[in-house]
Every structure is written in structure tokens, then in C-alpha cells.
């Protein structure tokens, strides 16, 4: 059974300073991972995705995650914060041979001047 | 444009009433799927569908149906609504179903509120 918490339900990060929103998941085998982002009012938006390639993937905006095996986590971080970063973020997990995605509760990330 | 369109955007219905919310995308997308989104639990898929004339329940597909006559459009039929299907429902669409092509592009949404 697959299934994704995310840990934080809301993160605060002031601007310029670096941004850690944290997923882990369950998966009986190699999953697909996605970033989703919800700007206010807008429909979701892909961020990034790892498909078994490699582990460290970059996304837009300059964000990127990293798939840890180990630790069942792919954790989404961003170096320096910009106030057009405020929105609701979504890790998503696709089992492999699955038709279905899997989406976790949402972060809300607050930008502060 | 790329894009996924929704219609309407904003529905006040009252229980019992029977409506459709549509949903087209212009890319030939074989993948087309329908989420709710409600606070505090994220998206929950309710119907997706692989191609024309195939449809697959998600999550929670009670009191929902579906239908893919063609293959751009992926209407969500509610035929008894009722106060518990109040929520932000969301159409998505995308190339292939698998990997790796399986980013999904979402519509811009429908609130739907039952009286």
C-alpha cells in the first residue's frame, strides 16, 4: 500500500533564507515522486518528479528534492525564498504499474518579508 | 494554449439536484482524471480514465459518475448531490499513464457548494 504524510502542515521561512518542506512515503516498490504547487486560486502545477533516475532532482523555480531509499523521504528544498514562493505544496507518489496518484495533505509555505 | 478547461468554475446547486461539471483538454492527453480537494486531506482522486470508454474508480468515488465518449472531454456527473460532495474539484490530464510521461496538467478547478 502506498500512502505520503507530509510532516509539516504549514512552514514559515522569512525571505532569502533557505526552504525545507519535508514528505515522507510508504511504497511496497519503487515509487514515481512528484511535487505539486498550488498558487492561491490556481490550479496545481508540476514542480519536479523523480522517476528512478537520479536521485537528486531539480525542479523550476529553483527548487529541487532528494529521493532517499533509506529513508523513505523526498524532502523539497529551495536555497533562498522569494515572496512568489507562498503557496500550498503537495507531495504526490505513484506506484510503479499503478494508474493513480497519491496525494499528501499539503504544506502551506508563508513567505515573510 | 495547452490547457485544461473546467466549466463551471463556481456552482451553488441545491441536495438532490442533478448536475455536470465538464472537463476538455486540447492536448490529446489519453489520461484524464478527477480529484476533490478539501482541507486538511489534500486531493483524493474520485474517477481516472485510461482512454475512451475506459474509466477506473479512485479513491472515493461514491456518489460520482464519469463517462469518456471522446477523448478530450471527462465530464463528472454528481446524480443526487448532497452536502458532503461540497468541495474543489479539479480535472486533470496527462500524456500516458505510466512512466515517465506522467506529468498531469490540472484545470484552474470548481467550487461546487450543496445546499
Known amino acids: 500500500a502506498q500512502s505520503v504524510t507530509q510532516l509539516d502542515s504549514h512552514v514559515s521561512v522569512s525571505e532569502g533564507t533557505p526552504v525545507l518542506l519535508r514528505c515522507n512515503y510508504s511504497?511496497?516498490?519503487?515509487?514515481?515522486l512528484f511535487w505539486y504547487v498550488q498558487h492561491p486560486n490556481k490550479g496545481l502545477q508540476l514542480l519536479l518528479k523523480?522517476?528512478?533516475?537520479?536521485?537528486l532532482v531539480k525542479g523550476i523555480n529553483g527548487f529541487e528534492a532528494e529521493f532517499k531509499k533509506s529513508e523513505t523521504s523526498f524532502h523539497l528544498t529551495k536555497p533562498s525564498a522569494h515572496m512568489s514562493d507562498a503557496a500550498e505544496y503537495f507531495c504526490?507518489?505513484?506506484?510503479?504499474?499503478?494508474?493513480?496518484?497519491?496525494f499528501g495533505t499539503g504544506t502551506r509555505l508563508t513567505v515573510i518579508p | 494554449e495547452a490547457q485544461v478547461t473546467q466549466n463551471p468554475r463556481y456552482l451553488i446547486t441545491v441536495t438532490g439536484k442533478k448536475l455536470t461539471v465538464t472537463c476538455s483538454q486540447n492536448?490529446?492527453?489519453?489520461?484524464m482524471s478527477w480529484y476533490r480537494q478539501d482541507p486538511g486531506l489534500g486531493l483524493r482522486q474520485i474517477y481516472y480514465?485510461?482512454?475512451?470508454?475506459?474509466?477506473d474508480k479512485g479513491d472515493v468515488p461514491e456518489g460520482y459518475k464519469v463517462s469518456r465518449k471522446e477523448k478530450r472531454n471527462f465530464p463528472l456527473i454528481l446524480e443526487s448531490p448532497s452536502p458532503n460532495q461540497t468541495s474543489l474539484y479539479f480535472c486533470?490530464?496527462?500524456?500516458?499513464?505510466?512512466?515517465?510521461?506522467?506529468?498531469?496538467?490540472f484545470g484552474p478547478g470548481t467550487r461546487l457548494t450543496v445546499l
Open positions: 486533470a490530464s496527462s500524456l500516458l499513464a505510466g512512466p515517465p510521461a506522467d506529468t498531469q496538467y
Open positions: 480514465s485510461m482512454n475512451v470508454e475506459v474509466t
Open positions: 504526490v507518489v505513484r506506484e510503479t504499474g499503478a494508474n493513480n496518484l497519491f
Open positions: 511504497s511496497s516498490y519503487s515509487p514515481s
Open positions: 492536448m490529446n492527453h489519453e489520461y
Open positions: 523523480y522517476t528512478s533516475a537520479a536521485t
